[in-house]
């Protein structure tokens, strides 16, 4: 059945942009929303194949999708490439900041370059998108970050910056969330912990260190991120907004 011919889709006549939707927890999202009834631009930095793979697998379900390039620590790239899901698809309801970096060294050999683009693409980006996302939207828009739950714990060394890049979300989620209330425009951070990716696969040496950590004992599926996120995109999360969510299998309880 095509996605587009159910008259209980959640998310019908909306359109959602992710950045970084190419691969992983966005590419999850996309194709959750997607099936939730909204048309979904994704932004990638160098995944083009993954990327149009996302873009296909939508298509092919009836969807409507678009695959932008765009570097998230380029603030012009970002402005640029929510203009032009705007012209494309006409508005913007959803934005989901996805995109994100990890660097992990300890605090006496960080390097300045590594400090400045994990603030660059984890912080300044999504600054950057929701402002612009913000200036298009309707009354009753949706602004989704990813974050972390290292925002909440730090249990490995070397994480420090990346840790708070995350913690700074925290505070701008609830800024946003005062700025945009009046607008019924939510503004909330999904804190997930270690999830299944190709970037962090639960079968790697790592996963093993971290897996006695979370009380479920296992590591998260994408897709339950994605499920997380479609439920703050609806229309039944109106009431929740500065929020910052943690599905992280009890990782920071």
């Not at 939508?58 to 203009?83: C, F, N, P, Q, T």
């Not at 950057?128 to 909440?152: F, K, P, Y």
């Not at 708070?164 to 701008?172: D, E, P, T, Y």
């Not at 970037?199 to 499920?227: C, D, H, K, T, W």
């Amino acid at each position: 059945m095509s996605i587009l011919t159910s008259n209980t889709l959640k998310l019908s006549n909306k359109v959602a942009l992710i950045q970084g939707g190419s691969r992983g927890i966005g590419a999850a999202i996309a194709k959750r929303l997607a099936a939730e009834g909204a048309a979904v631009v994704i932004t990638y930095i160098s995944s083009a194949e993954q990327a149009a793979d996302v873009v296909l697998s939508i298509e092919s379900a009836g969807g409507r999708a678009l695959a932008i390039k765009a570097d998230s620590a380029d603030a012009v790239a970002v402005r640029a490439a929510v203009s032009r899901a705007v012209e494309h698809f006409g508005r913007i309801d959803i934005l989901v900041n996805n995109a994100g970096v990890l660097a992990v060294a300890p605090i006496e050999e960080f390097s300045l370059e590594d400090f400045d683009r994990t603030l660059a693409v984890n912080v300044r980006s999504v600054f950057v998108a929701s402002q612009e996302a913000a200036r298009h939207m309707s009354d009753g828009g949706r602004i989704i970050t990813i974050g972390s739950t290292n925002a909440e714990r730090m249990p490995f060394a070397g994480g420090s910056v990346y840790a708070m890049s995350k913690s700074a979300i925290v505070g701008l989620t609830r800024g946003m969330a005062r700025d945009l209330g009046p607008r019924g425009i939510t503004v909330n951070n999904v804190q997930p912990g270690p999830v299944d990716t190709d970037m962090n696969p639960q079968n790697s040496e790592f996963a093993e260190s971290l897996m006695g950590l979370m009380a479920v004992g296992r590591y998260g599926r994408a897709e339950e991120i994605a499920a997380f996120v479609a439920y703050l995109a609806g229309p039944e999360a109106g009431y929740v907004t500065g929020a910052s969510l943690t599905i992280d299998g009890g990782f920071a309880a």
